[in-house]
């Protein structure tokens, strides 16, 4: 089964940017959705972007705007670039493919 490394998550500036990646040990082309969630601190795990096979992108709110979800199935890779970053990003940011799910990357951004 598909197993997924994230990495890229850090410290950042309120203001600034990061961007993660997703790794896939296999194949992603064949998975119709994949995507990220984040879970800060104390709350409950959130939506924050996904990405179909066919390139259709859907957004929280919370990020709309600021993040762009990417897929490179060549790779095997899922990208989330973060731009614009606030303090209220900050969270374990979590990428899943089908039912498979990463260990998760700390994003702390500072104010």
């Known amino acids: 089964q598909v197993q997924l490394v994230e990495s890229g998550g850090g410290l950042a500036q309120a203001g600034g940017s990061l961007t993660l990646s997703c790794a896939a040990s296999?194949?992603?082309?064949?998975?119709?959705?994949v995507g990220w969630y984040r879970q800060a601190s104390g709350k409950q795990q959130e939506f924050v972007a996904l990405?179909?096979?066919?390139?259709?992108?859907n957004y929280a709110d919370s990020v709309k705007g600021r993040f762009i979800i990417s897929r490179d199935n060549a790779k095997n890779t899922v990208y989330l670039q973060m731009n614009s970053l606030k303090p209220e990003d900050t969270a374990v940011y979590y990428c899943?493919?089908?039912?498979?799910w990463g260990q998760g990357t700390q994003v702390t951004v500072s104010s």
């Open positions: 296999g194949s992603i082309f064949s998975i119709p959705v």
């Open positions: 899943y493919a089908g039912s498979r």
């Open positions: 990405i179909t096979r066919g390139g259709t992108t």
